[in-house]
């Protein structure tokens, strides 16, 4: 069965530090997407990055960046230059090739201190 | 307007009530889902349609039932609901059933 992990319930970071939130997927299947999401308090889903199992280089979008590493089963993502307005739930997913089902993981809550 | 909108935002019934759940995309995709949001759980999936057809209901109790009259449009109506039943419903579409989903604001109900 696909599942994905996020070991991180909560993170702190300081204004303008990078940070890393930790995402770990299983599947069996060779083709996948992973996908990142940030959802702040009000609640909707903010779609914020995609890595295809195939893409050869790791996505990167603005401040965010996905480290990929396929070998290991994991889909880290990388916020540069924290801000404020970072502050919200992230949610790493992955959708298969052959299922209709788009797995999320638990979510890590970011909190960026000033 | 553009995105995916909910309405309403918020609702509160009673659990006899009868009442239902509004999603609009205006993204031309061809694929919506409902999921449930509990506090403290995994985002669950509910019901994804594909070209206005069901692929997937997830074991979701009769007293939710989904209806999507085209690939714009998708309700989900709620009959004699539980407390437990008290969520965040969030409302998605995708262009394909393995792309990139696009959410709405969600609708906080609140089962009495």
């Known amino acids: 069965a696909q599942k994905i992990t996020q070991t991180q319930p909560g993170m702190f970071v300081q204004e303008k530090e990078a940070v890393t939130l930790d995402c770990t997927y299983d599947?069996?299947?060779?083709?996948?997407?992973l996908f990142w999401y940030k959802q702040p308090s009000s609640g909707e889903m903010i779609f914020l990055i995609y890595?295809?199992?195939?893409?050869?280089q790791n996505a990167t979008e603005g401040r965010y960046s996905l480290n990929f590493q396929k070998a290991r089963k994991s889909a880290n993502l990388v916020i540069s230059a924290s801000q404020l307005g970072d502050s919200a739930m992230y949610f790493c997913?992955?959708?298969?090739?052959?299922?209709?089902?788009?797995?999320f993981g638990p979510g890590t809550r970011l909190s960026v201190l000033p | 307007e553009t995105g995916v909108t909910q309405t309403p935002r918020h609702l509160v019934m009673g659990m006899t009530n009868k009442k239902s759940l509004k999603c609009e995309q205006h993204?031309?995709?061809?694929?919506m889902y409902w999921y449930k949001q509990s506090a403290k759980k995994p985002l669950e999936l509910m019901f994804v349609?594909?070209?206005?057809?069901?692929?997937e209901n997830n074991s979701v109790p009769s007293r939710f039932s989904p209806e999507c009259p085209n690939s714009s449009h998708l309700f989900l109506h709620l009959h004699t609901l539980q407390p437990e039943d008290s969520a965040l419903y969030l409302c998605?579409?995708?262009?394909?059933?393995?792309?990139?989903?696009?959410f709405g604001p969600g609708t906080r109900l609140l089962v009495l």
């Open positions: 993204l031309g995709h061809n694929a």
């Open positions: 599947t069996s299947d060779q083709s996948y997407g």
């Open positions: 997913a992955m959708s298969i090739n052959y299922g209709q089902n788009f797995v």
């Open positions: 349609y594909n070209f206005k057809e069901q692929t």
């Open positions: 998605a579409s995708s262009q394909g059933v393995r792309e990139t989903q696009y």
């Open positions: 890595q295809g199992s195939y893409d050869e």
